[in-house]
């Protein structure tokens, strides 16, 4: 959206504070809740299974003041929240913002939360996992186990409707080392413990960038462009000689000069920085933009298969449109379906309805929400998020610890020096009373 009309666009809204809180598939095979849209209605709902639970009209939020900036100043500042490690308060969170803003949300029936240790307790990260339904012979899904270990599925969002229990299949070179029978739909996560012989070691990272480029995010892009080596020559180190290919998709929205700009894979840093560096922030109209048709683009990109990482960061400060509000939540459960994680960025200017599409994106795929905070004293005011505990740091270190966390299988915390503010109680990812 464009600088002007989004101020406009803000200033028109009504008033109320932000509450504190708490693998490939068809969008018409996944399974999404839905009810009727609400400025968007003429638009035709995707058909889905079991589709996506979305109520009456309801007021928008209006983008808080500005804070004083506290912590250092004059660099980009952000913070980040594993919703993974909270599912209960994330499924509270979710019901509640879905019937207040009346969106659509990802069906998490029949999730699959277990924690991978060896013999010594240590996290085994990088197994090679199945998951099947009691009595069928094909997986419904199959993966590595990610950073810590830890397994997370959702089935019904994967199209497989709501088993109530699962086999779960762990393998080790090829081999099997554990059978497990898992019962759905519990917060809670099972600790298993399997034979490992080694530590994760990725083949592959595939990262791609999904950025929202109309008028309004100018200064995250020219940000990005700038520190985009940095971030990657730092997150390297976690995985010394991994092969690494870059991706860029640019969206914007109906009516501006493109609508989505997919780049491809390529292995040059220096090509992606050209692709960054040719990029500018203009266009937009209305608040929402085409998030949806991007998230849609990057599913489809040709990901490696295999023993790697698959990442996308997802940097934007609007929602999709009301009316394809499904058509995004399809598209990160077909990614989830990949193996491809997504990690929303919630940017200046970012609302309630940016911040739930996006934190179910990042939830059903592995991935985690990150947001921008006003404690660098520069920029637009940012929105407090709905979440209970996070730490801000800058923003180049956030994204270095997430890749770094993923290269290696072990997350990656900020140092005491790192840390500019902590709110609630965190502890490694988890938000405690």
């Known amino acids: 959206m464009t600088l002007i009309k989004k101020r406009f ?31 968007e209605a003429s638009a035709k709902p995707a058909r889905m299974a079991d589709a996506i639970v979305m109520e009456a009209p309801a007021p928008l939020p209006v983008m808080p003041a500005r804070r004083s900036p506290r912590g250092k100043r004059g660099v980009v500042t952000a913070g980040d929240i594993d919703d993974t490690l909270n599912l209960a308060a994330f499924t509270r969170y979710q019901a509640r913002a879905a019937k207040e803003l009346k969106l659509p949300r990802v069906n998490l029936d029949g999730m699959v939360s277990a924690r991978l240790v060896s013999a010594t307790g240590a996290p085994a990260a990088g197994m ?36 109530s229990s699962v086999m779960l299949k762990v393998f080790d070179g090829g081999v099997q080392v554990l059978g497990d029978e898992l019962r759905t739909g519990s917060t809670g996560m099972s600790r298993l413990i399997v034979p490992t012989s080694g530590g994760w070691t990725p083949d592959f990272l595939d990262l791609t960038f999904v950025f929202d480029t109309t008028g309004s995010m100018g200064d995250e892009l020219a940000w990005l462009t700038k520190e985009f080596q940095g971030i990657v020559r730092e997150a390297k180190r976690a995985a010394p000689g991994v092969d690494i290919r870059f991706g860029l998709i640019a969206y914007r929205d109906d009516g501006d000069a493109y609508k989505v700009k997919t780049f491809g894979f390529t292995k040059s840093q220096p090509e992606m920085q050209r692709w960054l560096k040719g990029l500018d922030a ?20 040709q990901w490696r298969r295999g023993k790697g990482e698959r990442i996308v960061f997802h940097i934007a400060d609007a929602p999709a449109h009301d009316a394809k509000a499904k058509r995004f939540l399809a598209a990160a459960s077909k990614a989830a379906g990949q193996n491809v994680q997504i990690f929303g960025l919630g940017a200046s200017g970012v609302a309630e309805e940016s911040e739930f599409l996006m934190r179910q994106a990042a939830l059903v795929s592995g991935g985690r929400y990150l947001f921008l905070t006003d404690d660098s004293g520069v920029g637009n005011a940012h929105a407090e998020p709905t979440i209970s505990c996070y730490r801000v740091s800058k923003l180049k270190d956030l994204l270095v610890r997430v890749l770094a966390s993923e290269l290696s299988g072990a997350r990656q915390e900020a140092s005491g020096g790192q840390v500019i503010r902590e709110v609630g109680n965190y502890s490694r990812g988890v938000c405690s009373q």
């Open 282 to 301: 203009n266009g937009g109209g209305d608040y929402p933009e085409a998030a949806a048709e991007a998230l849609e683009a990057a599913a489809a990109m």
């Open 9 to 39: 666009w803000l200033a028109g809204l009504a008033v109320f504070a932000l509450s504190a809180c708490e693998s490939g598939v068809s969008p018409e095979a996944m399974s999404i809740e839905g009810a009727p849209m609400r400025s």
């Open 128 to 163: 090679a996992y199945t998951l099947t339904k009691m009595g069928a012979r094909e997986p419904v899904h199959a993966g590595y186990s990610g950073v810590d270990g830890v397994i997370t599925a959702f089935p019904a969002a994967l199209g497989a409707g709501r088993p």
